[in-house]
């Protein structure tokens, strides 16, 4: 007597390697769909209120700390980042300058001006804003996003 033979199909995969990128489906009749949407980054006015009152908080201690030849271009200096990163666009070439005037004339505050650039509020306006801003940014400006 010989090898019987069935009846049907005969499905099988093989797959190499630690990941497979993307979806794999193996089967008869296999239907697969995917939504693809643009995820968007919404930012409340609570959290607006947040990243206004964390500037509010760099301006008094720019005011009690700043060396007297400093203080008033400091400040100059908060109301620029502020316009640069409370926007729907910020700007990460005047984030990474205002950082940097920071580092050079006033040390003693960058990292209090470091504080508010990587605030999770700027990172959610930075992330809405898109993928090329938030390179540019992490690039000029270090830190997270």
């Known amino acids: ?14 797959f190499a390697g630690a990941t497979v990128p993307g979806t794999v489906a193996v089967g008869k009749d296999i239907r697969q769909s995917q939504a693809v949407g643009t995820m968007s ?5 609570a959290e607006i209120a947040d990243l206004r ?14 060396p007297e030849e400093h203080r008033e271009a ?9 316009a640069a990163v409370v926007t729907e666009e910020p700007d990460p070439t005047t984030a990474g300058y205002v950082k940097n005037w920071f ?3 006033v040390p003693q505050l960058a990292g209090a001006v470091v ?17 090329v801003v ?3 940014f992490h690039k000029l400006v270090g830190g997270e996003h």
């Open 1 to 14: 007597m010989g090898k019987q033979e069935q009846s049907g199909d005969h499905i099988s995969a093989s």
């Open 41 to 45: 980054t919404q930012v409340t006015d």
């Open 53 to 66: 009152q964390a500037f509010a908080d760099l301006r008094a201690t720019v005011q009690a700390q700043a």
């Open 74 to 82: 400091a400040l100059e200096r908060v109301d620029e980042l502020e």
């Open 103 to 105: 580092a050079r004339n």
């Open 115 to 131: 504080s508010v650039v990587v605030h999770p509020v700027v990172g959610k306006l930075v992330e809405a804003a898109g993928e």
């Open 134 to 136: 938030a390179d540019q």
